[in-house]
């Protein structure tokens, strides 16, 4: 039940006096993730988990937690599923006390937890024609639907981090890792306008609380995804003439698919990552690069 850096004496916040191998080890962490039962998510519970790690899926879907925790322990991973919304920051709070109880710390938090914001002010994600939608207008955007967003895409990032750090600072180590969006650096007329200012909001508070942390033996980083195939904004990103059309703009002509996120998940949780802090990394296939053929 212990990573090979603690069975050899070593720190879990100092990854360069290990061998490389046992850089990347996350056998034994306990971690949480928010918004664990779905896409990129379950995605990081699968990556950490299929390494060893004992992970919590924290989610607002009942029936998803239920069939991908129990998909999870069966396959004979250490999974546990708790359903909460994390626009309920008592609820919140309680569900990550009881994770760290259960493992007796808490080493990962994902906060990932998000929603998609409805139309923007166009209605197509690429190709030549791009109408604008009137639905999505400025003046036609209702407060709450900005607030919705707001609530759940960024102060659920702000409530988990603190529920984190609860717990973390006192151990003197933890990883908080944020799911942002290139969002947070580039508008995108096509979803929106909430979301951007909420993944640019949650990447900018990522950076502050790594400053705050950072003394603490605690690193928050955020991954920033391009357009990855999730069930985000009811499964839009299934549809294979869009998935075509994103694919035609971005450099690498491919959409991203939870698979290709495990990688960097699972380098920020482990020691490989321990001297890393503050920093946003995008995931994109070159998308925000612009557009090459
Ligand atoms: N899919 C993409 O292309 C993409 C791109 C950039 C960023 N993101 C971000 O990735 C994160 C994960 O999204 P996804 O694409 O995997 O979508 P998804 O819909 O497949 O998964 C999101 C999960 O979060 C859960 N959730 C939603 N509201 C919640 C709440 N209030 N409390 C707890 N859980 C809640 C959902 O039940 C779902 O299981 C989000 O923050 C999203 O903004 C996704």
């Not at 918004?35 to 004992?54: P, Q």
């Not at 069939?67 to 919140?92: I, N, P, Q």
């Not at 003439?241 to 996120?261: N, Y």
């Amino acid at each position: 039940m212990c990573a090979l850096w603690c069975r050899t004496g070593a720190r879990f916040d100092r990854g360069s006096t290990l061998a490389v191998a046992a850089q990347f080890d996350v056998e034994g962490l306990a971690v949480a993730v928010t918004g664990g039962a779905s896409g990129l998510g379950l995605a990081f519970v699968e990556a950490l988990a299929e390494h060893g790690a004992r992970v919590t899926m924290l989610d607002v879907d009942p029936t998803a937690t239920e069939r991908e925790s129990e998909r999870l322990r069966a396959a004979g991973f250490d999974v546990r599923g708790a359903v909460v919304d994390v626009t309920d920051h008592d609820g919140l709070d309680a569900a990550i006390d009881e994770a760290a109880a259960t493992y007796g710390r808490l080493d990962v938090v994902f906060a990932n937890a998000g929603i998609d914001p409805g139309p923007g002010f166009v209605g197509a994600w690429a190709g030549a024609s791009r109408p604008r939608v009137e639905e999505g207008a400025l003046e036609q955007y209702t407060d709450a639907r900005w607030n919705r967003v707001i609530d759940i895409n960024l102060n659920g990032v702000f409530a988990t981090m603190r529920a984190a750090a609860r717990h973390m600072r006192p151990q003197r180590s933890g990883r908080i890792i944020v799911t942002t969006s290139l969002a947070a650096t580039k508008s995108e007329a096509v979803i929106g306008a909430a979301y951007m200012a909420a993944k640019a909001g949650a990447a900018h508070l990522m950076r502050n609380v790594a400053l705050e942390l950072a003394a603490f033996g605690i690193t928050v980083n955020a991954i920033a995804p391009g357009f990855f195939v999730t069930n985000i904004g009811g499964g839009h990103a299934h549809n294979p003439d869009l998935q075509a059309a994103i694919a035609k703009d971005v450099p690498m002509h491919r959409v991203g698919q939870p698979d290709d996120i495990k990688g960097l998940a699972l380098f920020l949780s482990s020691p490989a990552s321990a001297y890393i802090t503050g920093q946003e990394i995008i995931i994109d296939g070159g998308w925000g690069l612009g557009i090459a053929d």
